[in-house]
């Protein structure tokens, strides 16, 4: 990849040509084209269009006399973008086929309509409640079948010896499963790896991530969890639901399948971007639901990532999904544990209640706690260096499928290993009480009637793991156990994250956090008289899970109703949300969150929740992009061809202008029309000759729009003729004749909340007499948002 540490800037202009592959997704190792940039009269004017770069060193004596005065925290982002990631749709488009629609529909169309979202949202939460119960069926049947065989072959070969044996026999296992998870990610859809929160978190914002919502996603994320997790791997199957629950939403909300090439005829009306994106929300909202069984902070999680398109009956809806989703899942895991009827497990992991003696916490705790999320933060912190350090080396060296699959296979052989060696030598033997409640207890060397409390760690299934942390008597760990326990897991877990597998990172953070949490309560007690039991060794795993998934992920508000959700009791809300507000403190301090590094590394154009601090000094002018395309109320055939199909304008949003008068005034703004519309009337020939010349012709209306969402075809595939190419194209009915628009001197802040609250993909720049100098996308915007200790990424990623 050439030319990481260098500025964006954007071309629009047509005399400047791009081979083919260039101005492609970043991170890939393909080349980046030329520099370009002009100079007008309001500035410097960063045009948009095809990824260009700039020398920094060149640049800098240009740029020190225009930024002399100005505030220095808020230089230009040096951050580069990736052009494969484009802005949903969110403002309705409201031009005339719109407005007639609106108009004709009856208010017991709307009450139908206001039905069907509510019959959608519960489609969803039951399909998604569904998939959790699956997931969680087969990793526990698989996962139950593995542990068993080699729990007896260890038992086998422990008195005669050849305990090498099992370990190559875990080993294999742990690689088999986790290579054909590996396979199917790395060779079949790529965007399936991970947890998918990232992406859904992109998506929320407002980016239309390329494949996150598809199909075949779900099938490869769905397969790839479940071996992830049975092979054995520091891994959880909580996260990868949020992304599964997404994806049920955007397909069912559309009532067909691209992907299979079913179309139903159903829910045509939710088929574009506002609508999708509603149920998507609703979709996270479940997959969180299933996860932890917690559908308010399912809701939370949905209302912290897209918050700018919120309503009350949206919430509602969302609410809805969640506790569909839940129930589910709770009725259909009950007929399976051959209990019926019995809701007591409503997420996939689930922490058990606490008794109230257990949970009770004195005042004088209250800072033990605040101390604990410290302490998560700093390990969050650096758990994220060294996860990014690591998504570094495999940008750079481990890029090819192969190697990918090669990687994860000696991730779960070494994790096998590792495993198996702390179970070997570790001499922590515990009583094998009627109230022990390990899955698989194992032997070992241990005495009759004893079993390897290092077993109970590793041998498992990482839910289980966590609730014997938070759940078993004082005295079933030793502090020794905990501490070897904590150090290979936290860092078998961080290297684990971001390999070509399907899995997320909740659970493997709440298992590390509560085991040093446990070892914390452990001290703690063996420094106060053994008769005081406050100090219970759970209650501390507990915070400790806490403030190390907050250091990891830097959740608080969600993640607080979560937890407190999880554990069935509201006593632990407050030191909970004092743990995790602690551990985003402490963390954000040194570096983001683990899902914000991943975003930034990927190019995406993501938006926060504010502009830079001091951006004030900023306005329009300095972040529009310009020259912009523009196009004529009526305009000719091929000169829209011939925009839409350059390479150097790949814009997707288009001002129509007007000439208001004779002379040769500029024209002013009359509306805006996207790259897609214009698309679809050129394939369905909406030409003025054409309609002139066939009375009889069929009015395009909203319903062939539709019918193309979301894979537009590209403009490569519509034929015109030469002749056709001379025709005139009326663009009055089709655009949007009220577009967003703001003065040249709008502060950025004030342009940065517009777009966040509003949802916005173009704003138009005017002047004082409505003349179009320039356009606003989310992309000028995302390039001048720097954190407040933002990470070179792409400049460590330079090869």
């Not at 299979?260 to 971007?273: G, P, T, V, W």
């Not at 004082?474 to 501490?483: E, H, V």
């Not at 703004?669 to 369905?684: A, F, M």
Request: charged share 20%.
């Amino acid at each position: 990849m050439a030319n990481i540490t260098t500025k964006v800037s954007w071309s629009s202009r047509a005399d400047e040509s791009v081979t083919a592959g260039e101005g492609t997704p970043l991170l890939n190792g393909t080349e980046q084209p030329r520099h370009s940039r002009q100079l007008s009269e309001g500035g410097s004017i960063f045009q948009i269009g095809r990824l260009s770069t700039v020398d920094l060193e060149e640049e800098m004596a240009s740029d020190e006399d225009s930024l002399r005065g100005r505030p220095k925290e808020i230089p230009h982002n040096e951050k580069l973008l990736s052009l494969k990631f484009e802005s949903l749709d969110y403002d309705n488009i409201e031009n005339q086929l719109f407005l007639e629609e609106e108009r004709r529909m009856s208010h017991m169309g709307f009450r139908c309509l206001e039905i069907s979202r509510w019959v959608v949202c519960g489609l969803i939460g039951f399909l998604t409640g569904l998939i959790a119960c699956f997931i969680d069926i087969v990793v526990e049947e698989m996962a139950g079948i593995k542990y068993q065989v080699v729990k007896e072959n260890i038992e086998k070969f422990t008195d005669v010896g050849g305990l090498s044996i099992s370990l190559i026999l875990w080993a294999i296992l742990n690689s088999a499963f986790v290579m054909v998870g590996a396979i199917i990610v790395a060779f079949f859809e790529p965007i399936a790896a991970g947890s998918g929160i990232p992406q859904i978190k992109c998506y929320l914002n407002g980016v239309k991530v390329p494949r996150v919502v598809r199909l075949k996603t779900l099938v490869v994320k769905v397969c790839g969890v479940i071996c992830s997790v049975v092979g054995g791997l520091a891994v959880g199957k909580e996260g990868p639901m949020i992304h599964s629950g997404a994806v049920v939403a955007a397909g069912v909300s559309q009532g067909r399948s691209t992907s299979l090439k079913r179309d139903f005829k159903i829910f045509e009306y939710f088929r574009r971007d506002t609508e999708k994106r509603d149920f998507v929300s609703a979709g996270a909202a479940a997959g969180v639901s299933a996860a932890f069984g917690a559908p308010v902070g399912g809701v939370l999680f949905s209302l912290e990532e897209g918050a700018s398109f919120w309503n009350q009956m949206l919430t509602w809806r969302i609410f809805f999904a969640s506790m569909v989703s839940t129930f589910t899942l709770n009725f259909f895991l009950s007929i399976y544990h051959n209990k019926t009827g019995d809701l007591s497990s409503p997420g996939l992991i689930n922490f058990g209640r606490f008794e109230s003696d257990s949970v009770a916490y004195n005042l004088y705790e209250i800072p033990l706690f605040i101390a604990m999320g410290a302490i998560g933060g700093l390990l969050g912190a650096l758990f994220n260096v060294l996860n990014y350090w690591l998504t570094i080396f495999r940008i750079r060296y481990v890029h090819r499928p192969c190697l990918q699959v090669m990687e994860a296979m000696l991730v779960a052989a070494v994790t096998a290993t590792v495993s198996f060696t702390m179970i070997y030598f570790s001499n922590d033997c515990q009583p094998l009480g009627p109230e022990h409640n390990e899955e698989y207890p194992l032997q070992l060397f241990c005495a009759d009637g004893e079993y390897n409390a290092m077993a109970t760690a590793f041998f498992n299934t990482p839910e289980r793991s966590v609730r014997s942390l938070l759940h078993n008597q004082p005295g079933s760990y030793n502090p020794l156990t905990l501490s070897l326990f904590t150090l290979t897991y936290f860092f078998l877990a961080c290297w684990t994250y971001g390999l070509s597998v399907s899995a997320g990172v909740f659970i493997p953070s709440l298992l590390i956090g509560a085991a040093w949490g446990r070892l914390f309560g452990i001290l703690l007690a063996s420094i106060t008289p053994t008769d005081s039991i406050w100090a219970d060794p759970g209650k501390y795993a507990l915070i400790g899970a806490a403030a190390q998934l907050g250091g990891i992920v830097r959740m608080t508000l969600s993640l607080t109703v979560i937890m407190v959700e999880a554990t069935g009791n509201v006593t632990y809300g407050l030191p909970i949300m004092l743990v995790l507000m602690t551990a985003k403190i402490v963390g954000d301090y040194i570096v983001e969150g683990l899902y914000d590094i991943h975003i930034k590394l990927q190019s995406v154009p993501f938006l926060h929740w504010e502009a830079p601090a001091t951006s004030h000094w900023l306005t329009a002018r300095e972040v529009m992009s310009s020259p912009v395309t523009c196009l004529n109320r009526i305009e000719k055939v091929g000169t829209v061809v011939d925009i839409l199909s350059s390479t150097s304008t790949n814009h997707n949003g288009f001002p129509v202008v007007v000439q208001v008068t004779d002379n040769d005034e500029p024209a002013k703004l009359c509306g805006l029309i996207l790259r897609s519309q214009l698309i679809v009337l050129l394939k369905h020939k909406v030409f003025v000759e054409l309609a002139r010349s066939r009375l009889t012709q069929r009015k395009l209306q909203l319903k062939d729009f539709r019918d193309a969402y979301p894979r537009f075809p590209p403009i490569q595939s519509i034929h015109v003729s030469q002749d056709e190419r001379e025709c005139m194209m009326d663009l009055t009915e089709f655009m949007n004749p009220t577009p967003y628009t703001v003065p040249q001197e709008t502060s950025l802040p004030r342009v940065f909340k517009l777009f966040r609250a509003l949802g916005l993909r173009h704003l138009v720049v005017v002047d004082d007499e409505n003349r179009v100098v320039g356009l606003v996308t989310r992309k000028d915007l995302a390039r001048y948002h720097i954190g407040k200790h933002g990470l070179e990424e792409l400049q460590l990623a330079q090869t």
